[in-house]
């Protein structure tokens, strides 16, 4: 039988709802985010030292960006206020189930082909926990903020996008199709689209801006 303490994606979420995030520092640069992983920040830290113990995580390009992705991702976490925190632990706790959503946030993550995406789906984490939407919602968000390119993004409420972007944005699901409307005397119309739920979730809880 498997220890509890020996799963990561179980210490991940544990990690979150017991506040364990006080060392991540608010005024890092990139360079010094850098050297701060590579001297076994994630080594000491519960949730991530048995995952990474049994081999160099800095020795392959790709572990590599996957634990800046996490930090940038458990930074948003840090400020939840401490009712929130309780709640969600007494949830997960309730629900038995820190190991699966571990599981599918951690891989979700892992998906995010830029590290500034795992700053929004942090922050849309932190919504989640505080009681803004659903986790089936976070992770159709998410899922949707892995599959458009990153500058996409701050074009979800232009309403002068042009067609790359507005494709991008439609087939990722941040935009739908409204109908035609503006039609000219040759009987051509302008497709009208409109901010989708999850658009505007992630607008308003990723701290997107134009």
Do not use: C, W
Not at 186 to 203: A, D, E, F
């Amino acid at each position: 039988m498997t220890n509890s303490s020996n799963i990561p994606e179980k210490n991940f979420v544990d990690s979150i709802a017991k506040n364990e995030l006080k060392d991540i520092s608010s005024d890092m640069s990139e360079a010094l985010l850098d050297t701060y992983l590579s001297d076994g920040f994630f080594k000491e830290m519960p949730f991530i030292g048995t995952a990474f113990k049994t081999f160099s995580v800095f020795q392959k390009t790709q572990e590599y960006f996957f634990a800046k992705k996490i930090y940038k991702f458990l930074f948003e976490l840090k400020n939840i206020e401490e009712k929130e925190r309780e709640d969600f632990k007494a949830k997960i706790d309730k629900d038995n189930n820190a190991q699966k959503m571990g599981e599918k946030v951690l891989l979700l993550l892992n998906q995010s082909d830029d590290i500034d995406k795992a700053t929004i789906i942090g922050r849309l984490f932190k919504a989640y926990i505080e009681k803004r939407f659903d986790f089936e919602t976070f992770q159709r968000a998410t899922a949707a903020i892995n599959k458009v390119f990153i500058g996409d993004i701050r074009h979800i409420l232009s309403y002068n996008i042009d067609s790359v972007h507005r494709e991008s944005l439609v087939n990722a699901g941040f935009l739908t199709l409204d109908g035609v409307h503006e039609i000219n005397h040759g009987g051509n119309g302008k497709l009208k689209y409109t901010v989708s739920q999850i658009g505007n979730i992630v607008q308003r809880y990723g701290g997107i801006y134009e």
